[in-house]
């Protein structure tokens, strides 16, 4: 049901952004034939043509979610996403900003003067505030500081100062306390007289009067408790609770184990200074997730697809650099066996399977390993015992796959030695694989360095040197 209900979801997005470059489209033909034509008062007729798409683009955009606004905006070439981003309603900037990429943001952010910067800036929460801080100009950041009243200048400073990638840093201050020694009763009257509770509000945090956090009390107990029991009666008062050093990982691994909504983050003190909910989660894990498919194929940051040649060339050219060394040692392997390739033909048809399969059998094997220190699962006494179950798992695989290789390899050329060779060329390989899917990820930890970036990369460059080594070392000695 809930598949069923994402893909409409997204099926809804794609439908809204064909109609958004439906009309861009037809404003962009209408304007070629105006230009084309001769009549009386051609400028005008131009401009009310003009003004008839924006009115009706803009229509479309202000039914839009923030969200969707920002997934088209990302989808659009420059010249037509700023056309877009200057049609948005003002109020509106703060949010959609913090919903594109930071790729994309930037390009918005570099159109803007700083007075629509620093108006879009004091639409948004301090803790929104801290996620849009590091890409605004500091006169921009200074302005919003000031415009700020006392307490929500005082919340963006101490969000500013917690690490990426901390609790604190996902932690927002818009939450719901209450006193332990006041009844329910009391506690739903306050209730009712808000506008509207903060979003993912699923347990009210009981403090007393220093803000020490004294339990929760869930909004299902509050519904079928008696009224005139007090807080303190009906509250949780061992609860879960986050610090603001901790490390968001860690906070996204309570919130899937314990299937959670809200957390409250106290300090070295136990005083309440904020709450993390399961939304600044998930966006956390997406991010995450995406990042670090971007460093497995050696791109150093989120890119926007219609970026300047020249940002993308950034980008992309540090590993591609790698890539090529690589690449021209694997091409020396085998200029070293060209005499061995000239006598026996079979060899240059038979060497990529080899190669291939073990950069495949490497990439599971980093992907898991990479996977499991994201997650905390390794230590540094298991290292040894997760090689040695590699590269066994790596041998039965190379039993098995590297004999059906050897079968067919005997079956195509009429040569048993040949099939053998494609054997254990292939197991070897296989272990290769193994030893260093292991090894990178390891050895990048271990000096502190992200093990995602640019894996796949160099496990691909070890299959495929290695796996050539070993075929035609392999090959020139017993074949030849």
């Not at 604190?168 to 009391?186: C, K, P, S």
């Not at 497995?296 to 989120?302: F, K, S």
């Not at 926007?304 to 021209?328: G, K, M, Q, Y």
């Not at 059998?361 to 220190?373: E, F, K, W």
Request: aromatic share 6%; proline share 3%.
């Amino acid at each position: 049901m809930a598949e069923l209900a994402n893909r409409l979801e997204l099926e809804d997005l794609r439908d809204n952004l064909r109609e958004v470059q439906e009309l861009l489209h037809r404003q962009e033909i209408e304007q070629e034939l105006l230009a084309r034509q001769e009549m009386p008062r051609h400028a005008l007729v131009e401009q009310l043509v003009h003004q008839q798409h924006l009115v009706a683009l803009q229509a479309k955009l202000e039914g839009l979610h923030p969200a969707d606004i920002a997934f088209i905006l990302e989808s659009l070439p420059l010249q037509a996403r700023l056309l877009v981003w200057d049609l948005v309603k003002a109020d509106r900037d703060g949010e959609i900003l913090l919903e594109v990429s930071d790729a994309v943001r930037e390009s918005l952010i570099e159109s803007m003067d700083p007075q629509e910067l620093v108006a879009a800036a004091e639409t948004l929460e301090a803790d929104e505030l801290a996620d849009l801080a590091p890409d605004l100009p500091d006169d921009v950041i200074q302005d919003v500081i000031r415009a700020l009243p006392l307490e929500e200048r005082e919340q963006l400073r101490a969000a500013m100062s917690y690490d990426e990638g901390s609790v604190g840093a996902l932690m927002e201050f818009d939450m719901v306390t209450v006193r332990e020694d006041v009844t329910l009763e009391a506690v739903t009257r306050y209730l009712r007289r808000l506008d509207e509770l903060p979003d993912h509000t699923d347990q009210l945090f009981v403090v007393d009067r220093e803000q020490h956090l004294k339990g929760t009390l869930p909004l299902s107990r509050l519904i079928v408790s008696d009224l005139e029991l007090d807080v303190a009666k009906v509250m949780i008062p061992e609860t879960l609770t986050l610090a603001p050093e901790e490390r968001a990982e860690d906070a996204a691994q309570a919130f899937e184990r314990y299937d959670l909504v809200s957390v409250p983050v106290v300090d070295d003190l136990g005083q309440l200074i904020g709450r993390v909910t399961v939304s600044a989660v998930l966006d956390y894990v997406r991010e995450s997730s995406a990042e670090q498919a971007l460093a497995e194929a050696g791109l150093r940051e989120e890119e926007d697809i219609f970026a300047p040649v020249w940002d993308s060339f950034r980008n992309r050219w540090s590993w591609l650099a790698i890539n090529l060394v690589t690449a021209f040692i694997a091409s020396r392997v085998i200029g070293a066996f060209e005499g061995s390739i000239e006598k026996l033909v079979a060899l240059a048809a038979l060497m990529p399977i080899v190669a291939g399969i073990g950069g495949n059998s490497g990439n599971q094997t980093i992907t898991m390993i990479v996977r499991a220190l994201a997650l905390g699962q390794l230590q540094s006494q298991y290292w040894r015992t997760l090689i040695i179950k590699e590269l066994s798992v790596a041998l039965l695989n190379g039993l098995i796959w590297g004999g059906l290789l050897g079968l067919l390899a005997w079956w195509l050329y009429a040569s048993l030695q040949l099939g053998l060779v494609m054997t254990f060329a292939t197991m070897l390989n296989l272990m290769l694989a193994a030893f260093m899917g292991v090894a990178i990820p390891w050895v990048r930890a271990r000096f502190g360095r992200d093990p995602a970036v640019g894996s796949s990369v160099l496990i691909t460059a070890c299959t495929d040197s290695g796996g050539f080594f070993i075929f035609l070392g392999l090959a020139t000695i017993f074949l030849l």
